[in-house]
């Protein structure tokens, strides 16, 4: 059995799209899925499974949630070993000046083009800052996540592709789960 984390976007958030932690993870345990983790109310859920793609994952569980909740719920989901390994190459380090808290990590759904990414890193953020490898876009947003323009929405109208967020705390714990 392989461990895995999904990163639902967008539940529990303002009294939409809510799903109880619990109820969620009943529907993994009918999917097959064990050893059921949920980490706080946002949607990030550890289990494990038979080894399969995180794409093949991601679309098994979005489908459950449709048909069990009656919700479109983007999920991406990779496993432990990769989220760890995205965690460990964090370009912006507290050695360097940057503050821990304001850190932050958007998984994409894919990889951006090549044009996209030459577009957006020739933008101007000040004083936000970010720098993506591959699928992954690192954030660094000193006056809160909450006040940037880098958030999901940003990045899924620039990319065309699914985006969710979570801080570096968040990322580290899941890792630990």
Not at 58 to 87: C, D, K, T, Y
Not at 128 to 150: A, M, N, Q, W
Not at 155 to 161: A, C, D, H, S, Y
Request: aromatic share 8%; charged share 20%.
């Amino acid at each position: 059995m392989n461990k895995y984390i999904a990163l639902l976007r967008g539940i529990n958030v303002g009294g939409k799209n809510t799903i109880r932690m619990a109820d969620l993870t009943t529907m993994f345990a009918d999917a097959g899925f064990s050893n059921i983790i949920t980490y706080i109310q946002s949607g990030n859920i550890v289990f494990e499974s038979q080894p399969e793609t995180e794409t093949r994952l991601s679309e098994i569980i979005g489908g459950r949630i449709s048909s069990r909740f009656g919700l479109a719920v983007p999920v991406l989901v990779r496993s432990r070993e990769r989220l760890q390994h995205i965690a460990d190459q964090l370009p912006f380090q507290a050695s360097d000046g940057f503050d821990q808290k304001h850190l932050h990590i958007t998984l994409l759904a894919g990889m951006p083009e090549p044009a996209t990414l030459k577009r957006l890193n020739a933008g101007d953020f000040h004083p936000d800052r970010f720098h993506i490898v591959e699928d992954v876009v690192y954030l660094y947003c000193p006056s809160g996540y909450g006040k940037t323009r880098l958030n999901n929405t940003f990045w899924e109208k620039k990319t065309g592709l699914t985006a969710t967020t979570r801080n570096l705390q968040t990322i580290q714990k899941l890792c630990t789960l």
